[in-house]
């Protein structure tokens, strides 16, 4: 089922994103408004009720998943204080049962509940019946019972035993004794759950340095932040820790730092549907034509199940009167490639195909399978969420990755994803692709510059949401810094 969640800085941006990575007959199963832009997930129009069974679904998770966290914290609905009386309720019950069975006269069972209910303070009633034990503990078995000590009493509360004996206790643990003890372990229980939930609120509470608001500003992982983090020095001055962390994530930032195509050879770019790879492979063709001229260049495609996929190829191929070659049943990428050996530089064109897909496999077996040395660049847009990343990135690492292009630069509201995903899987960027115009947006990799873009969006995104009314106090942080 082809579903898709999109985020951009407006709904006409997203829209956009919708037509053009799903089609014409897209159809919005939901929208709302996120930090930054707006959240639209969309479908094609044949799984519409799929899609929203789906998402239905996904919402009765999310609302389950919220619920435990809010039971855990005590926020909202029977407050932790109410499990608490629950649990009291419980252990008043089978003290009365216990005192039942050591055949109390109900009149003092009766008196005795309800001194105990008059009592709210657990560590009271604990350490009563803790000292309780211990008075019982020396008394030996045959012997007459001694005079309640009222400091032994539940809050001194105890009735005396002057007036009947107490019976004769045989050796082995009491059923009374057997059911304060089962009390003592629930009540330790609810002390760990209390303690745990103020630790947890505490931790919720805590706010986070003018530094790490920055960084999750900037959209970076949690591994990354981290990383950075540890090479600030304590007592630094907030800007000059600030300029220390970008440097330090610039250095970070693997890239090539030189134009890819001016080494010549066959160059394939892979990933998913819709992240830029036919553009990427006009801008890099248009710019190579304007420094080389377009005699040593050739442009081949392997998606046929897509018509305007190799239908655009095929223009920019009669703009910048360069061949395109398209790979079919009659033309293996095999016999294609072997026939264009004598072009200096050769862009390929991949189908990008989900999991589900059955042609997927026989793509990637294709690629695996040809002769010929190719290079393999990954696109990467910068507008997917970053398990989106990591899901293209798995289906293709086997076939050997030399790079990657960041593409989308401009409709992504944050930088911070693909960034971490570049330094943490090692892989170096050849281009960054920031727009449509063919061939000026587009540059080669660079460390400082990619910062200093990452920066600037997560500005731009934060001034967005301050003039939409949803301050959230980050825009000033980078004014400041």
């Not at 393999?376 to 398990?387: D, G, P």
């Amino acid at each position: 089922m082809k579903v898709k969640r999109f985020f951009a800085p407006d709904m006409r941006q997203a829209m956009a994103r919708v037509r053009e990575e799903i089609g014409p007959d897209a159809v919005i199963v939901s929208n709302r408004r996120v930090a930054g832009g707006v959240e639209v997930v969309a479908a094609h129009e044949h799984e519409y009720e799929a899609a929203q069974a789906e998402f239905k679904r996904e919402r009765a998770r999310k609302k389950r998943r919220d619920e435990q966290i809010r039971l855990l914290t005590g926020k909202g609905g029977v407050p932790v204080s109410g499990h608490l009386a629950e649990e009291k309720e419980r252990a008043r019950a089978r003290i009365a049962e216990a005192q039942r069975d050591d055949e109390v006269p109900s009149a003092i069972t009766g008196n005795r509940n309800q001194q105990i209910e008059a009592d709210d303070d657990l560590e009271t009633i604990l350490a009563s019946l803790k000292q309780r034990q211990r008075a019982r503990a020396q008394v030996p078995p045959q012997s007459a019972p001694p005079q309640a000590d009222p400091e032994s009493s539940f809050s001194g509360y105890e009735p005396e035993y002057t007036s009947r004996p107490e019976p004769v206790i045989a050796p082995g643990p009491a059923p009374e004794r057997g059911a304060l003890q089962e009390m003592q372990q629930e009540i330790h229980q609810l002390k760990a759950m209390l303690q745990q939930q103020s630790q947890l609120s505490a931790q919720m509470e805590q706010p986070a340095s003018p530094l790490e608001r920055k960084l999750n500003a900037l959209g970076l992982s949690p591994r990354l932040q981290k990383h950075l983090m540890a090479g600030v020095e304590l007592g630094t001055a907030p800007d000059k820790a600030w300029q220390n962390v970008l440097a330090r994530l610039a250095e970070s930032v693997p890239v090539m730092g030189e134009e890819f195509t001016d080494r010549g050879g066959m160059i394939a770019f892979v990933g998913p549907t819709g992240v830029g790879k036919t553009t990427t492979i006009g801008k890099l063709a248009a710019r190579y034509v304007l420094k080389y001229g377009s005699s040593s260049v050739a442009l081949v495609t392997t998606d046929t199940y897509r018509i305007a996929a190799h239908e655009q190829l095929k223009t920019f191929g009669r703009i910048l009167d360069v061949p395109v070659r398209v790979v079919d049943d009659s033309n293996s990428l095999e016999q294609v490639l072997q026939s264009l050996r004598n072009k200096r530089l050769v862009l390929i064109d991949t189908a990008g195909l989900s999991d589900k897909d059955p042609h997927s496999r026989q793509q990637l077996e294709m690629l695996e399978s040809v002769t010929v040395r190719m290079k393999k660049l990954l696109v990467v847009s910068c507008s997917s969420q970053r398990q989106v990343i990591e899901k293209g990135y798995e289906a293709y690492k086997g076939l050997g990755l030399n790079g990657c292009v960041l593409s989308k630069m401009d409709e992504s509201g944050s930088l911070g994803e693909a960034l971490s995903f570049v330094v943490e899987k090692n892989l170096s960027v050849a281009y960054a692709a920031d727009g449509q115009r063919i061939p000026d947006d587009i540059g080669v990799g660079n460390k400082r510059d990619l910062v200093s873009r990452a920066v600037l969006t997560a500005q731009e995104s934060q001034s967005e949401a301050t003039l939409g009314g949803r301050n959230d106090n980050v825009a000033p942080l980078f004014n400041a810094g």
